[in-house]
């Protein structure tokens, strides 16, 4: 690929864990994720035409070649749909060429897709100066997830991916976008955040996630509150007969989790993470009964860490697959990894993989010759 000139702008953007606040981005509640260190980069180079070529450092041969004027949301494609719908929402009117380094696992629910999409608008953003702000780049890559590639996500993970910072979780306000750093410093504490991949691959575009998003949207409405953020545990035992057993299940999960996240935060700054654990764990139970979103290998990661001396653990992000998280003394991770590995090889599971991470920054540009 001789014709690959040097890049004019490089950026790059991390995956995420989200430590609490499932399920609810788009019932306007509270979420509190942090970066992973892996990243993903995209390397980009202005063109005189309206061609776009992308490839990436995984698939050398995979040149993907198209034009502006092809664009075309909902239009179907692989990954670089993802890139494609990015280039839309940012409503480009250049051509440019591509270059994607993707680090994140992928499948593992560590949000591979909205780094790419981040590290992208970030570097379309630079190279164009769009001078897009933090928020509204979470709002443009959320919307080319929404109605470009076709996946009914909520804001959380394309806002970490973008707002991060070293050493901290992000409170996301999913009402308003706003957000509070909460210093997270598990190491001080002799603790590891375990994240335990299931290897069960999992896909938003699949069905459950849009019919519980849809519960949820049916239960405010019958309620008549905007969304569960303005719900209360009160309110909904009182309108329980209005509700499907769904809607009313999948409520209840929102209407806590919501709460948990208030508590999490406070256990946090306090730095009690015996009871940060313990809410951690309800929030896993509560996304198995309630909300259903957990599978027998997560509630395996789950149950087997709890019982090998973890503080709490749940399953994150999407669900039906994807990874566990499991809070950790640092001198117990060794014989817990053990364990789940053992627990998930008598259950005739894949194997997990086990990652650590520490909070890390969120996109950034890494080289700007834009001006060239
Ligand atoms: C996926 C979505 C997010 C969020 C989580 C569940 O990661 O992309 O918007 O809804 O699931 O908390």
Request: one cysteine or more.
């Amino acid at each position: 690929m001789s014709d690959w000139l040097e890049p004019h702008v490089i950026a790059s953007a991390p995956g995420r864990v989200n430590l609490i606040g499932e399920h609810i981005d788009f019932s306007h509640g509270f979420v509190l994720p942090f970066a992973i260190a892996d990243r993903t980069t995209a390397k980009l180079r202005r063109r005189d035409d309206s061609i776009i070529r992308i490839r990436s450092v995984q698939r050398p041969d995979d040149v993907i070649s198209t034009s502006l004027s092809e664009l075309n949301p909902l239009g179907g494609g692989d990954w670089e749909r993802y890139v494609l719908g990015v280039i839309w929402s940012l409503k480009i009117d250049q051509g440019v060429d591509i270059e994607i380094d993707g680090q994140v696992p992928l499948g593992a629910g560590l949000s591979s897709s909205a780094a790419l999409e981040c590290a992208v608008a970030v570097a379309l953003n630079q190279l164009f100066a769009l001078n897009h702000s933090r928020k509204e780049l979470a709002l443009l890559t959320q919307k080319a997830e929404n109605d470009y590639v076709g996946v009914p996500c909520g804001i959380m993970d394309q806002s970490v991916s973008l707002m991060a910072q070293e050493g901290s979780a992000l409170l996301l306000d999913c009402r308003d976008l706003t957000t509070t750093l909460i210093p997270f410093d598990l190491a001080a504490s002799s603790l590891e955040l375990l994240v335990i991949d299931t290897q069960v691959h999992h896909t938003l575009v699949d069905g459950g996630y849009a019919e519980r998003r849809n519960n949820c949207e049916s239960a405010a409405a019958k309620i008549g509150v905007v969304s569960m953020r303005d719900l209360s545990s009160q309110l909904l035992q009182e309108s329980k007969s209005l509700l499907t057993e769904h809607e009313f299940l999948r409520a209840r999960h929102a209407v806590t989790e919501i709460a948990r996240v208030a508590q999490a935060v406070e256990l946090l700054k306090a730095k009690d993470f015996n009871e940060l654990g313990k809410v951690i764990t309800a929030s896993h139970l509560s996304l198995r009964d309630d909300y259903e979103v957990s599978c027998p290998e997560l509630n395996c990661a789950v149950d087997t860490a709890l019982a090998n001396g973890a503080l709490g653990a749940r399953m994150v992000g999407g669900g039906f697959g994807g990874s566990a998280i499991a809070l950790v003394a640092q001198n117990q991770l060794d014989v817990t990894e053990k364990a789940i590995a053992a627990a998930f090889s008598s259950a005739g599971f894949i194997a997990p993989r086990f990652f650590t991470s520490l909070p890390s920054d969120g996109a950034r540009v890494e080289l700007d010759l834009s001006s060239i």
